[in-house]
């Protein structure tokens, strides 16, 4: 069974610091996602990572693909309130995407 | 372009009974995706439509069902509800398969 583990459970920070949450798995994906949900509110997308040793930024947002592609970390700069949410990774296999279950991020003004 | 839509968003259920939850997806996209989200197991991948056919399956009971209508638009099905059936249900779409989804608000069903 394929499993993500993501690191920290929960983290509350202050506003301005930086942050890194992490994503890692014993089994290769063909590719990993990274998606944001809000309280109420469906996953939102934010980053597909496809090649080992990707690196993608998003404004304040930087995603790593590891080299083996069996894992993957965020990293937030500068964090901001409107950051606060549940950090989702998801690893495609064989037509199905595998959750982790989440890293609860705080950050408080 | 409209969003992922799901309704009801909430719904309040007797064990026992048996519940269907609808989803239409964005305009276009094909695939819709199924999944169960809740505080213990996290986000489970319940199965996948595409076409009208069930392309993917999860690892749950055969007391969940669903079907996708030539408009794309599809229905889940669960019978003989449990308690650990309350839940968050969660419908995405996407253009050809389960990658770079697109999730609706969800239904939060709870079974009592």
């Known amino acids: 069974t394929q499993l993500l583990e993501q690191s920290p459970q929960f983290l509350s920070i202050q506003e301005g610091e930086n942050l890194t949450v992490y994503c890692n798995s014993s089994?290769?994906?063909?590719?990993l996602q990274w998606y944001r949900q809000e309280p109420g509110e469906g996953p939102v997308l934010l980053v597909t990572v496809v090649t080992g040793g990707e690196v993608k930024k998003l404004k304040r947002l930087t995603f790593q693909f590891g080299d083996a592609r069996k894992d993957s970390s965020l990293h937030i700069t500068a964090a901001q309130p409107g950051d606060t949410g549940l950090y989702l990774c998801a690893g495609g296999s064989q037509g199905n995407l595998i959750f982790g279950k989440g890293t609860k991020l705080s950050v408080k003004p | 372009k409209a969003g992922v839509t799901q309704t009801p968003r909430y719904l309040i259920k007797t064990r026992g009974q048996q519940v269907t939850l609808s989803c239409s997806p964005i305009?276009?996209?094909?695939?819709v995706s199924w999944y169960q989200q809740t505080p213990g197991q996290g986000l489970q991948f319940l199965f996948e439509y595409f076409s009208e056919t069930q392309r993917n399956k999860g690892n749950f009971p055969g007391r969940f069902s669903g079907r996708q209508f030539s408009n794309s638009r599809s229905e889940m099905n669960v019978s003989t509800l449990e308690l650990g059936d309350s839940a968050l249900y969660l419908c995405a779409s996407s253009l050809a398969g389960v990658w770079e989804q697109y999730f609706g608000p969800g239904t939060r069903l709870t079974v009592t």
């Open positions: 305009s276009g996209h094909r695939s």
């Open positions: 089994s290769v994906f063909s590719s």
